[in-house]
T-cell receptor, first 114, second 112 residues
């Protein structure tokens, strides 16, 4: 089955700097790659996603890139702010009959230092 | 429009007790899912239901059963709770063609 590896497990950056989180996946049939942000004690919230027919997607300060050949994708956050501090999860979605399921990475705890 | 709701929010069980976690969505989504979240391990899929009347095992189904009661509701049952089932449980739903998951607020379960 699908396996998703996420790095680093913790990341600390100065406010205003950029942060990059990387994920690799194993199943070449996976065709959807979302990123979730989870604040302490809260549910995961979708922040950006990309489908396998697209190489890059941007939404204001957040961007995701996908390299299907190498089977890896990355989250880029520019001009980081204190409210970006949270745990971020990547996921890959292999198609299954009638639905899609998400296989998550282990998470990255991002800390923005003022 | 409440999205995905879960009950209870918190629960403490003794080893061997049983309980059912309830999940409901009002977005007319076809697919529903149960995940558990443990520290350092991300979210792992327990069971899912692609559509009303169908259920399938995920990565970690042992010790759990599910029921897709109707299109709105998907429950998770622990028949004989064990300390290894101490976790935060999230229900999620997604519309066709799927994948934009919406998560519920979670149930924090402790088994002593």
């Amino acid at each position: 089955g699908e396996n998703v590896e996420q790095h680093p497990s913790t990341l600390s950056v100065q406010e205003g700097d950029s942060a990059v989180i990387k994920c690799t996946y194993s199943d070449s049939a996976s065709n959807y790659f979302p990123w979730y942000k989870q604040e302490l004690g809260k549910r995961p919230q979708l922040i950006i996603d990309i489908r396998s027919n697209v190489g890059e997607k941007k939404d204001q300060r957040i961007a995701v890139t996908l390299n299907k050949t190498a089977k890896h994708f990355s989250l880029h956050i520019t001009e980081t702010q204190p409210e970006d501090s949270a745990v971020y999860f990547c996921a890959a979605s292999p198609p299954i009959q009638g639905a899609q399921k998400l296989v998550f990475g282990q998470g990255t705890r991002l800390t923005i230092n003022p | 429009n409440a999205g995905v709701t879960q009950t209870p929010k918190f629960q403490v069980l003794k080893t061997g007790q049983s309980m059912t976690l309830q999940c409901a969505q009002d977005m007319n989504h076809n697919s529903m899912y149960w995940y558990r979240q443990d520290p350092g391990m991300g979210l792992r899929l327990i069971y899912y239901s692609a559509s009303e009347g169908t259920t399938d095992k995920g990565e970690v189904p042992n010790g759990y059963n599910v029921s897709r009661l109707n299109k709105r509701e998907f429950s998770l049952r622990l028949e004989s709770a064990a300390p290894s089932q101490t976790s935060v449980y999230f229900c999620a739903s997604s519309p066709p063609p799927g994948a934009k998951f919406v998560f519920g607020p979670g149930t924090r379960l402790t088994v002593t």
